[in-house]
């Protein structure tokens, strides 16, 4: 199921339709299982990197003994230290590459293929194996609170700054379980223009989603792949030409109930970042943690 890549600017003049998947809810994408890595030498201990793909991605990271040693045999972790300096190292990195290229939408094919190569290296160190937990909002989850994209390789993101209509500001995607809003700003193409004056416009659009445990999932496992069931889309006048316009009424309407499922896949998360998959039509996104999604 899949709507027109140009819903935004179709919604901008009617909003009978909504076509995109990120604006439809971050739809997300089955990760594909990633790979094993061990990093051995040719001394009786071996310290590596393990990790055990459990649908989302739990990884162990320790170091072994051959069992003839004072440990007998028994796995010690490798210090937290050395791993959070590691992530530490390949966010930097990401960021920058990030920043550089746009979100990705400036990005060339060598700098795409820099960014898969430092968010698998992060996948494969990712902290977190039970990202689901508290998705009822009746707990703590690790997930709460705002993200903005820094990042993406989603076709149907990148091409709605395709659109001659809009320029796509802002991109977040905020928890506040069980539901999650997927938000982003719109704002003229001219706004660039105006950047030194007060004279800027804002139309936000947001996408109300219900995250729930993914579908196929062992009700009991620790799982990293979440479920979204759609709600509602609506179009929000935030400023116009320096003027606040918050005292107009949202326009809108709610989701019909479907079969269809979304769901992403976190790669990646901690207290700075999150990396997640989306399911058809695919793509990464990697997201920040920021303290407002104030326009």
């Not at 139309?203 to 579908?215: E, Q, S």
Request: aromatic share 8%; proline share 6%.
């Amino acid at each position: 199921m899949r709507v027109a890549s140009n819903f935004l600017s179709v919604a901008l003049i009617c909003l009978s339709s909504v076509e995109n998947p990120f604006v439809s809810g971050f739809v997300a994408v089955s990760t594909p299982q990633q790979q094993r890595c061990r990093r051995n030498t040719d001394s009786p201990k071996t310290t590596g990197l393990r990790e055990t793909n459990n649908g989302g991605g739990s990884s162990e990271f320790g170091t072994t003994s051959d069992g003839d040693d004072d440990n007998g045999g028994e796995v010690v972790k490798t210090p937290d230290r050395d791993l959070t300096e590691r992530a530490a190292s390949l966010k930097k990195d990401l960021l920058q590459l990030a920043a550089s290229y746009d979100r990705g939408y400036g990005a060339t094919k060598r700098a795409r293929d820099q960014a898969e190569s430092l968010i698998s290296k992060l996948e494969a160190i990712n902290p977190e194996d039970d990202a689901i937990r508290g998705i009822d909002g009746n707990s703590f989850s690790p997930l709460s609170g705002n993200w903005r994209m820094v990042w993406t390789t989603a076709a149907d993101v990148l091409t709605l700054n395709a659109n001659p209509l809009v320029t796509v500001g802002a991109i977040y995607q905020i928890f506040d379980l069980p539901v999650v809003t997927n938000v982003i700003d719109l704002l003229p193409p001219f706004e660039t223009l105006l950047a030194s004056t007060p004279l800027g416009s804002v139309l936000r659009a947001k996408v109300t989603t219900r995250a729930y445990r993914g579908k196929n999932e062992d009700a009991a496992a620790k799982s990293n792949r979440i479920g979204l069931e759609f709600q509602s889309v609506a179009l929000e006048p935030v400023t116009l030409l320096g003027n606040d316009m918050g005292f107009l009424p949202p326009l809108g309407f709610d989701f019909p109930r479907t079969p269809f499922e979304g769901f992403f896949d976190v790669g990646f998360l901690d207290d700075e970042l999150l990396i997640i998959r989306q399911n058809a039509p695919g793509g990464l996104f990697v997201l920040a943690k920021v303290d407002s999604s104030d326009p």
